[in-house]
């Protein structure tokens, strides 16, 4: 696979740049040894592409998993309490887990159990690949990696998405780069608050964009195509 495309938030590319020397290498690295066309093995029940074969999320995340092992990446899980006194979490939301419990049960309120689970981190680097259903996307961009920098587990989130021509060699649900990097650009500047890299990746052999709107006959024709 290949990166087509990334977008640094609140300067995340420039962080890692110069912080943590060498991971964006090891992260393109193992996009490039992701072999998509390996994953194509999920055959479409859908009308539009019935019986086609496309690329299975599953199959895909299994092997961004073992890349991302064997590079020393690992799934890191966070456990916290909750409450229905908005005060209390204010008060408590900074606390190690076992203090949130004790001062919520102190407040004579029950604590609730939860916790916020990451796909990989390393070097305080957490690296999200979100090739499911898009309402995951905005869970992570918006509150898993602020979970994680606000408790200060991380400095930096990374969220891995197929882009749109990727996408459309999928079934439908997944989300991709383009839909998430404009969900980011309409909050304004600062939101989410916390520096992030959006990667959007996609198979070698796919085409541009605009040779893929030329194929669906979204442009008038190839001569229209820019490279």
């Known amino acids: 696979m290949r990166i087509g495309a990334y977008h640094s938030h609140l300067n995340g590319w420039e962080w890692l740049k110069v912080r943590r020397p060498g991971i964006w290498e090891e992260i393109q690295g193992v996009i490039s040894r992701i072999d998509a066309e390996a994953a194509r093995t999920k055959e479409s029940r859908e009308k539009r592409m019935l ?11 299994a092997r961004f998993k073992q890349e991302f092992n064997a590079a020393g990446w690992h799934e890191s899980i966070t456990y916290y309490w909750l409450t229905n006194d908005y005060e209390l979490i204010r008060q408590t939301v900074g606390l190690s ?3 949130q419990k004790a001062e919520i049960e102190a407040a004579g309120k029950t604590p609730i159990s939860s916790y916020n689970q990451t796909d990989f981190v390393k070097d305080r680097v957490a690296i999200e690949v979100q090739l499911g259903k898009y ?7 918006f509150v898993k990696h602020m979970a994680f920098f606000v ?4 400095d930096l989130g990374v969220e891995i998405l197929a882009t749109k021509v990727m996408q459309s060699e999928m079934s439908s649900g997944p989300g ?11 909050q304004g500047r600062g939101v989410p608050a916390v520096p992030l ?6 198979a070698e052999t796919s085409p541009t964009l605009r040779q893929l709107e030329a194929a669906q006959g ?6 229209e195509i820019v490279e």
């Open 51 to 61: 019986g086609k074969m496309l690329y299975s999320p599953d199959d895909l995340n």
């Open 97 to 99: 887990a076992a203090e």
């Open 135 to 141: 309402a995951f996307i905005a869970y992570d961009l």
């Open 151 to 154: 408790g200060n587990k991380i």
């Open 176 to 186: 991709y780069y383009e839909s998430a990097l404009y969900s980011i650009a309409r």
């Open 197 to 202: 890299i959006l990667v959007g990746v996609e």
């Open 218 to 223: 979204m442009v008038a024709d190839d001569s």
